[in-house]
């Protein structure tokens, strides 16, 4: 059976749980046990680490491992689970990154926050037997951009056991669908290189594949057919565009052509408009001229842009004597649920307190 250690924190669905992907996660399971033994030790890869869990989880650990991993660890004296600083110019993407688009405001609030406080959570990576030295980044994608940015040199990384391949990528697309970080736009450009290199001779394999059904592999092949500019207008407002409204851009571009897609697109920002407002432009009912504003909507009295670290990251707009609207994007997940925990509690305060 080929390896097929799972990132940190994932687990795997119910109904596409097999065998090989419980002894994985079990695998990983051990290395993250590991790991949390020896959280605050600076190890690098020549040393040996001198808190390691029982003799019978190392040895199960490493009786699954592949020839040539089993090898290179030996080689550098490394340790399953072992935190290490590597260099920043030894690592590079995968080419089956389930992520193809990153948002450049998220990774310059990310670099900010490296900057100040350092690194807190290690990358995972995978040797690159074929070039000694150099490592496939298989999750922290994000973090490696934003060291980079804020002029790193050095990243923390656990190197895991992993084929480069189908194997890998299912994995990272499982974990970004688990933090709904994976979008239709990256499933768009790396479905369709997929097909095109044939990883599959068929959409039906590739939905087979990931439990997904045709439909949804139809609809991401159709939107790959935009250009990537296109795509990038569409990826920081994933609250606007989801698979459909992207699907309806993508029949207007056909139609249309590139510069009118971009006017609509402006156009279902500014406007708020509805799928099937955008459907009925698509099927020449309407234009992006006349289309209608949604029933009752007003023009906000006030508008404060919202920037962290010098970035704007989104707005907030009053209407009238009671209404507030706040859109935020490109924030980091823990950002997120810190802002959202913090309204939360403010809406929960009784009237009498003050």
Not at 20 to 35: G, M, P
Not at 123 to 130: A, C, G, Q, S, T
Not at 263 to 289: C, E, F, P, Y
């Amino acid at each position: 059976m080929k390896p097929n250690p799972f990132a940190k924190g994932f687990k795997a669905r119910p109904d596409t749980t097999s065998s090989e992907k419980r002894t994985a996660l079990d695998r990983i399971n051990a290395i993250d046990d590991i790991v949390n033994q020896e959280v605050g030790n600076d190890k690098q890869v020549t040393g040996r680490s001198s808190a390691q869990s029982d003799d019978e989880v190392v040895d199960d650990i490493e009786s699954s491992e592949s020839d040539e991993f089993k090898s290179w660890r030996r080689k550098n004296r490394y340790v399953n689970g072992q935190v290490i600083d590597l260099p920043l110019k030894a690592i590079k993407p995968s080419p089956f990154n389930p992520r193809h688009f990153y948002l450049k405001a998220s990774i310059a609030e990310l670099a900010v926050n490296l900057a100040k406080q350092g690194q807190q959570q290690a990358i995972h990576v995978i040797p690159d037997h074929e070039n000694p030295g150099t490592f496939f980044v298989s999750d922290g994608g994000r973090r490696v951009r934003a060291l980079k940015e804020a002029n790193k040199e050095t990243v923390k990384a656990i190197v895991i056991d992993l084929p480069i391949g189908i194997e890998s990528y299912k994995l990272g697309y499982d974990l970004n669908v688990q933090r709904d970080s994976q979008t239709v736009f990256d499933n768009a450009i790396v479905w369709k290189r997929f097909l095109e290199e044939n990883h599959f001779q068929s959409q039906r394999e590739l939905a087979d594949h990931l439990g997904l059904d045709e439909s949804t592999i139809a609809v991401a092949l159709a939107i790959s057919k935009l250009p990537e500019n296109v795509m990038h207008e569409m990826v920081a407002r994933p609250d606007r565009f989801g698979s459909n409204m992207a699907y309806q851009v993508s029949r207007f571009h056909s139609a249309r052509g590139a510069d009118a897609t971009l006017r609509l697109i402006n156009k279902i920002a500014s406007d708020d408009l509805s799928t099937r407002q955008v459907a009925d432009i698509v099927k020449g009912r309407a234009s992006v001229q006349e289309t209608p504003k949604p029933a009752g909507r007003q023009r906000y009295a006030q508008r404060l842009e919202i920037k962290l670290e010098g970035i704007a990251v989104g707005d907030l707009k009053t209407y009238g004597d009671d209404r507030l609207e706040l859109r935020l994007r490109g924030l980091s997940k823990e950002k997120r649920d810190a802002l959202h925990l913090q309204i939360e509690k403010m809406l929960k305060t009784e009237p009498d307190e003050k």
